[in-house]
């Protein structure tokens, strides 16, 4: 993956691990639609339908990945022997925890927390990766998602902007800057 933007299956893992119910799941995709787009793929962006298509089909795999993925070479047979061609790729993606963290905590901040903004250590952070030292590249990318995603990152209620001074167990605030 390696980029901003929302996929389906971003929406689906965040989805999957809050546990929420199918009423609340349809009314925050509408929601994140309606209000965020701008935040999803390209070709989300103008096609509610394929968007919440494609991230159920998502939750579906990821609740049921054992069996799908025991079925998936019988599916694929099946429409070759009709005469439909499936693009297996759309159907195999990796994930990348960096994506994946920075996406939940704008999720959480803009739809699920009553508290606007999450506190996080750069330890806590690069555990998350399971990387044990803070490089440039990940540091880079952490401040690229802090500004795509419209946040401001605080230390002792002071505004910052670069990671890498920042002692590992110290706290960062970030929050969105619209708040």
């Given at each position: 993956m390696g980029q901003l933007s929302y996929s389906a299956l971003d929406m689906a893992v965040i989805l999957c691990k809050k546990n929420l119910g199918i009423r609340e799941e349809?009314?925050?995709l509408l929601d994140f639609w309606r209000s965020e787009r701008r935040f999803l793929e390209w070709k989300y962006q103008s096609n509610k339908r394929r968007f919440l298509q494609d991230t159920q089909y998502w939750m579906h795999y990821l609740n049921d990945k054992e069996q799908l993925d025991y079925d998936f070479a019988d599916i694929v047979k099946a429409a070759e022997n009709n005469g439909t061609q499936i693009e297996?790729?759309?159907?195999?993606?990796?994930?990348?925890?960096?994506?994946?963290?920075?996406?939940?905590?704008?999720?959480?901040?803009?739809?699920?927390?009553?508290?606007?903004?999450?506190?996080k250590s750069m330890r806590q952070m690069l555990a998350k990766y399971h990387l044990k030292r803070r490089t440039a590249s990940i540091v880079e990318k952490m401040e690229r998602y802090v500004r795509f995603y419209e946040m401001e990152m605080l230390v002792n209620r002071k505004r910052i902007s670069d990671l890498s001074s920042i002692p590992l167990d110290q706290l960062i605030t970030f929050r969105l800057c619209s708040v």
């Open positions: 349809c009314q925050f297996v790729e759309d159907y195999w993606r990796d994930l990348d925890e960096v994506d994946i963290v920075f996406k939940e905590m704008y999720l959480d901040m803009a739809f699920f927390r009553k508290t606007k903004y999450v506190r």
